[in-house]
């Protein structure tokens, strides 16, 4: 058997394992709604102490959720712009490419140098699935985003991300992607400012992690941090429980749940 490889994060970077470690946990389950084999593989093969993973349902729940709400608009995105780009923003070591590819787009993974060196060892890299080292906030990475198709088709993901920068990051990052990729489609997943001031996933807090940035929808991202974008989509996670388990929905219109849902 060859050795695991080792990992040293803190931090946010960190938290990219405990998302691993949830997908895996999820593709093993009696019932899975997506698999995810890659991210079972991966989890064999890395030196770490999941066990803070195992035991949080909340985080765990929560990325199956967001899995569950943004694996089909980005399928979606892709039939309809056959040979688009896409940019994954703070990568870590998430799968969808492994998932979702079509054969034909191309698929940049952007993270920190760290973060970067640790996937290039694990996962590798290709023709159309290259790595970039660098922080979301830095101007200068769109310039190694070169667009395939001939319409130039742009798909930016950012998950999983949001939470633990401040506004003023935020806006930066939202900036950075205007100007640097112009007509973009931007799929922004944020926590609510309720759950990012008072929420705790024991989990993260374990890394070091605190959550920072909070924002109520669509509307309010546009409006406050990310001027000149239109919002074509809010989609509260909310939306995803009652589509799997239909007989929630009276549940979740009469609690506070949309206002404390991710979206």
């Excluded at 890659?38 to 989890?43: E, G, H, N």
């Excluded at 989509?233 to 009469?254: A, E, Q, S």
Aim: net charge neutral; hydrophobic share 40%; proline share 6%.
């Amino acid at each position: 058997m060859s050795a695991r490889e080792p990992v040293d994060l803190t931090g946010a970077s960190e938290t990219m394992l405990l998302t691993l470690h949830a997908r895996a946990e999820h593709t093993l389950s009696a019932r899975p709604r997506f698999t995810d084999w890659a991210a079972v593989d991966l989890v064999g093969r890395i030196d770490y102490d999941f066990t803070s993973a195992g035991r949080d349902r909340l985080m765990s729940d929560g990325v199956v959720l967001r899995t569950l709400t943004l694996d089909p608009l980005v399928a979606g995105y892709l039939a309809t712009h056959r040979g688009a780009t896409v940019v994954n923003v703070a990568c870590g070591l998430d799968t969808r490419f492994n998932r979702l590819d079509d054969g034909a787009a191309t698929w940049y993974e952007l993270d920190l140098p760290p973060v970067i060196e640790l996937r290039r060892r694990l996962l590798g890299e290709g023709p159309r699935h290259p790595l970039i080292a660098a922080s979301a906030t830095d101007p200068a990475w769109p310039r190694q985003v070169r667009p395939e198709s001939a319409a130039g088709d742009v798909l930016v993901i950012v998950e999983g991300l949001t939470m633990y920068l401040t506004a003023t990051e935020t806006a930066q990052m939202m900036s950075v992607i205007a100007r640097g990729l112009p007509g973009a489609t931007v799929l922004v997943e944020v926590m609510s400012p309720l759950f990012a001031r008072y929420g705790r996933e024991r989990s993260v807090v374990g890394t070091g992690s605190r959550f920072s940035y909070g924002c109520s929808g669509a509307a309010e991202l546009c409006r406050t941090v990310a001027p000149g974008y239109t919002a074509l989509h809010d989609i509260p996670f909310t939306n995803t429980i009652v589509r799997y388990h239909p007989w929630l929905g009276p549940v979740v219109r009469v609690t506070p749940a949309n206002r404390i849902a991710s979206r």
